[in-house]
């Protein structure tokens, strides 16, 4: 089972014992113009609204600051990893910013 599914273990009303995850239903109140604006996203993606909603659901926490710092920290070095894997034209630190204030003495900055 994945992690944070939810399981039963026995039915109330049977007796009849289940090891599946439950579904959770979600009750929300949007806008009229909300509304539209999600059954516009679905219908170009010709899905439901209720998967649209699911999917966007799923993907929201990826763009929440974690609780977790480590996962933080994780996610910042692999953006300074790929980083150091390119392969930009530079130049020594000195010079650049040599280049940097002659163009300010020089009035080239707006």
């Given at each position: 089972m994945?992690?944070?599914?939810t399981t039963i273990a026995y ?11 439950i ?11 909300e ?12 899905m439901s609204i209720?998967?649209w909603v ?9 763009f929440e600051?974690?609780c977790?710092?480590s996962?933080?920290?994780a996610s ?15 130049a ?5 910013l040599?280049e940097?204030?002659q163009g300010?003495?020089s009035g080239m900055?707006?």
């Open positions: 994945a992690d944070g599914e039915s109330t009303h049977h007796g009849v014992k289940y090891n599946h995850p579904a959770k239903r979600l009750h929300v109140i949007i806008q009229d113009a509304y539209h604006d999600i059954q516009h996203a679905a219908r170009l993606r010709r209720a998967e699911r999917q966007a659901l799923v993907k929201a926490p990826k600051p974690s977790d710092p996962r933080e920290i910042k070095l692999d953006v300074i990893r790929a980083a150091a894997r390119m392969d930009f034209p530079t020594d630190i000195d010079r650049m040599d940097i204030e300010y003495a900055h707006s």
